[in-house]
């Protein structure tokens, strides 16, 4: 069994100076080791599984970049200091100004000089398609034009989750299930093509955002087979694991029992995702270095942080606290699915008062849910409403919006009218939030990945494979109806890029009339107006109402 140490390499220039080394080898119990890092402090932690051991240091003051080494008995293994990444000091790194795409690598394109895959297990939509990397690499042309200034990709480490039956029913293309959290999926492509895939993208003037899961792990991780410490996953009382309710109200529910509560924060995601325990600090810690090791490995810009909820937050909060202290401003998008503003607004608030001055969005899941159910109806009341509780956020304008994402039914699938799809993004584009836009809206992508469920909404971009019968990449092999989708989408998105002031603005809406929407956006110098007919009818306006805002 090879000595591995984790992180792989550290940096100078941190803030907080501590640093902890994860060994993990046979039999480390009676090793000798020696740290040959400057240092002013160093720990080793007891009751450490035999194959693994947990060094905990202070790096000195003045250690500078360089190659050091570790010594394990006889064995002497290099270790690298690198200089810390220059970190702008920033309000957000993510912020109302932008506008984010969310794709899924392995159903977006595959690098042209890469082998086809079999057309049979694309046909499945569970198994892994073959997407990488390198086929995002090779559309930033097209993303830019569309006119987006984020990109969010579900996420690229490893996964090495083995398949369970013929149909691939557990093929974790998906990205959730993390087998080796310091590396890129051998799929996906080389840590080299991430590192260039970002510098690419900032080329483009597009921001990055690298998708992280603290609540799981996948059951193929060397750490389910062999924890470094007893209590590295959650159980019961009685030592057995036990699945969570998603029930994630539970949470803030004064009425709720304890032990609802505890399943949903401490119980498994799937039987083949068990749930981590960070509040031991070994655990936590090694999260926290890992997040930063990305960071500074590849010069991302934000995180999304899927399934926040379901850790405690305590400990998301001192995850958030060590990066708000080395990187002012870097943003935390937390997955918050729950379909209430009173929910969401209380866990802004939380992390808010434990950290005043960070870089907190949560993901407004009740929009998503209000506006579908405005179109269906036909009641603009619905939004309406929306927005008229956004008095319960500290921040309304730190919410990610969005009219559907790789876990729900397309727009499409739920409103195949292309009208109404134009209605929901004019809304959702000029209307105070940050917008969130899924892979092959712009090209009326309708969602039948030919699969239930996820793999329904988890198709693959037409033309992202070298043998595709049709690239929707292209113009010209688009059809009239999608060339206008895309041309509307991208007008609207240009136009957020350049009347940034209105956008962070004010907003004034009126009470829907004849179910016509009315909203303003304004700064102090410019002013929208933005009307929306839900009556299935024409509607001849009155502007008398609206005289002040005129």
């Known amino acids: 069994m090879p000595i591995k140490i984790e992180p792989p390499y550290w940096f100078s ?28 402090y160093l720990h080793r932690t007891i009751g450490v599984n035999s194959d693994y051991a947990i060094i905990d240091l202070e790096l000195s003051e003045d250690i500078v970049p360089g190659e050091y080494s570790l010594q394990i008995d006889d064995t002497i293994i290099p270790y690298i200091i690198k200089p810390k990444r220059y970190w702008h000091e920033t309000t957000d790194s993510i912020s109302i100004h932008d506008s984010v795409y969310l794709l ?15 057309l049979k297990v694309r046909k499945d939509p569970n198994a892994w398609h073959g997407g990488n990397l390198r086929g995002v690499i090779d559309h930033l042309d097209y993303l830019s034009k569309l006119g987006i200034t984020a990109l969010w990709m579900t996420p690229v480490v490893e996964n090495n989750m083995p398949n369970a039956g013929d149909r691939h029913q557990y093929s974790f293309y998906h990205g959730y299930a993390a087998t080796d959290y310091y590396a890129i999926d051998f799929r996906f492509g080389p840590l080299d093509d991430y590192i260039e895939l970002v510098e690419k993208s900032h080329e483009r003037g597009i921001k990055v955002i690298k998708d992280f899961v603290f609540n799981h792990c996948g059951s193929n991780h060397p750490w389910f087979y062999n924890p470094p410490m007893t209590d590295w996953f959650s159980v019961n009382k009685d030592g057995k694991p036990v699945m969570t309710n998603y029930k994630i109200s539970t949470i803030f529910d004064p009425y709720a029992p304890l032990d609802e509560k505890e399943a949903t924060i401490n119980g498994w995601f799937t039987p083949n995702m068990p749930n981590l325990n960070l509040h031991n600090p070994h655990l936590l810690q090694y999260m926290i270095q890992m997040t930063i090791w990305w960071i500074e490995i590849c010069g991302i810009d934000a995180i999304r942080m899927d399934t926040y909820p379901y850790v405690e937050m305590e400990c998301m909060i001192e995850w958030q606290q060590r990066l708000q202290l080395e990187y002012p401003g ?149 059809t009239q109806s999608e060339n206008a989708m895309f041309r509307f989408i991208s007008k609207l998105l240009t136009w957020r890029k350049n009347n940034q002031d209105i956008i962070s603005g004010r907003m004034t809406h009126y009470i829907p009339v004849d179910n016509v929407l009315v909203f303003f956006r304004e700064s102090k110098h410019k002013k929208i107006m933005v009307t929306v007919n839900l009556a299935n009818k024409k509607m001849r306006l009155s502007l008398d109402r609206f005289q002040k805002e005129l």
Not at 111 to 118: F, K, N, Q, S, V
Not at 335 to 341: C, G, I, Q, Y
Not at 391 to 408: E, G, I, Q, S, V
């Open 13 to 40: 220039g941190m803030r907080n100076r501590k640093l902890q080394l994860m060994i993990s080898g046979e039999d480390l119990s009676d090793r000798e080791i020696v740290v040959n890092i400057p240092h002013t």
């Open 104 to 118: 899924m690598p392995d159903r977006f394109a595959r690098g042209r000089e890469d082998e086809p895959i079999a």
């Open 330 to 478: 870097f943003s935390v998008i937390a997955e918050t699915w729950e379909a209430e503003a009173a929910y969401t607004a209380k866990i802004q608030e939380t992390v808010y008062e434990a950290i005043p001055k960070c870089s907190f969005i949560v993901m407004d899941f009740a929009f998503q849910k209000k506006i579908i159910d405005m179109i269906k109806r036909g009641d603009a009341l619905e939004l309406y409403n929306h927005f008229a509780y956004d008095f319960l956020y500290r921040y309304p304008k730190r919410l990610l919006a969005f009219l559907d994402n790789h876990d729900m039914r397309r727009w499409l699938s739920e409103i195949p009218e292309p009208a109404k799809l134009r209605q929901a993004l004019a809304i959702l584009l000029t209307t105070p939030r940050i917008p969130q836009l899924f892979y092959g809206t712009e090209i009326l992508l309708p969602g039948d990945g030919k699969g239930k469920e996820d793999g329904n909404y988890r198709q693959d971009f037409p033309g992202g494979w070298a043998e595709d019968m049709s690239n929707k990449f292209q113009v010209k092999n688009r």
